[in-house]
């Protein structure tokens, strides 16, 4: 009897083979070789166990479904085809060209990063980034941690460990990813004292709620909902007044970060670190990946006695920032200083994208994949962007982008999910949204230069239901 092992194909017969050979690139030959030797060895298992086809086009495809997988594991870059700008998921904010010039240029060598080039001795890895901070915030000093999350952790540790956080019942919010404000107070050591309801809050909320062992009167800007309707918040001044008066820290958790106002992007007013400070908070926390479009980290501003007392906990060396988020954070400060630049910075030259352009892109694309063959209508659309991450969660971006659209009897060979996997299997992924039945590809957060990949990704997905059509 023939053993079916012989019938098993030589490894080089999958390496050379031109789609699989593509994956060395990412994963490195040997890399590639691993993954064939892994499906036959499951294959020679099999085939002791009784099995006996080893057909080279199923093994092929087992084993470009493994590196497929493999690929979609490491940190890759997509296309966001989904409008929402701030996409946690997809990494937020995308960096300015200048930011990433900087990161290049200060990372592959050495820096002055904790060197001071006049005395020729050791210095603070902050002061040029904080000059700047100071400058667009008008907070006397402030410090960069890894993230917004953590700059809470920091200031909660620093000033209100073992003592008392008074936080309007409106405000204790979940941020996502299970970053609740109570478990992160009780992580500090601080105990929560909640005033007011859920829906109303009054300045005599809070002075009741003090009491000799309260460190902070706690704001937060409740970031992803709103209370709306018969509802009533404390005016930011007032609050900072009778902090004042009280002899407790106010301390500003404003999470979504603008420095500047976006009315001038047609979005409502989101606000801003200047006016907290100007508000008399004596710390404000802001992420630097939302609306400040920058690197991951987390700015802390105000008071030079309090950023002091937060530099002086040991918490600081564990949340610190690194010389490339520094170097990119600086400089996509320094866009702010000549708002002629702001559209430097890809989060706002997105948002000034109007949606007259943003069609005639999609019309583009359409006209560059229909060819009417697939039947499917793929057709330019208007369709609602948002901010994300977060950040003004109840305003719609008018936007536009491509549609496909499935004939009924298509939709079972093909439909939105599977064009949508499809897409995302794409080489780069194009990232899609599924409404009423149809696959939208917003453009709004396409950059220009990527619409002939959408373009690419788009037929390469219809394909099979253009043959399956004419078939
Ligand atoms: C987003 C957000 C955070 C968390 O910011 P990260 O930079 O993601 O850690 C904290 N607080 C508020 C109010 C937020 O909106």
Redesign the pocket.
Known sequence: MNSPLREIPAVHRFTDDPEIAVYDRALGHGGVRTHVQAVLAQVREEAHQGATSADFSALRSAVLDRLRHEVSQTLLGVINGTGILLH?NLGRAPLAAGALAEATALGGGYTNLEYDLESGERGSRYQRVSALVQELSGAEASLVVN??????LLVLDTFASGREVVVSRGEL?E???G?RLPDVLRKSGATLVEAGTTNKTYLSDYRNAWRETTAMFLR?????YRVVGFSQEVEPKALTALARELGVIAFE????GAFIDLGAFGLPHEPTVPESIASGFDLV?V????LLGGP???IICGSTECVERLKRNSLVRALRVDKLTLAALASTLSVYLEPSRLQEIPLFAMLASTVESLWARAAAICAAVEGGEYGVRVAPCLSEAATG???LPLTCIPSAGIAVRFEASQARMLGPDRLAADLRRHSPPVIAKIEDDALIVDLRTVQQREDELVADALRAALAPAAAARNA
Do not use: R
């Open positions: 946690t993230n917004c999350a953590a700059a809470v919010i941020i996502g990813g970053f937060t800007h409740p970031s992803n958790d404003l999470g979504s926390a992420s630097g990946d939302k991951q980290c987390g991450g977060g950040t």
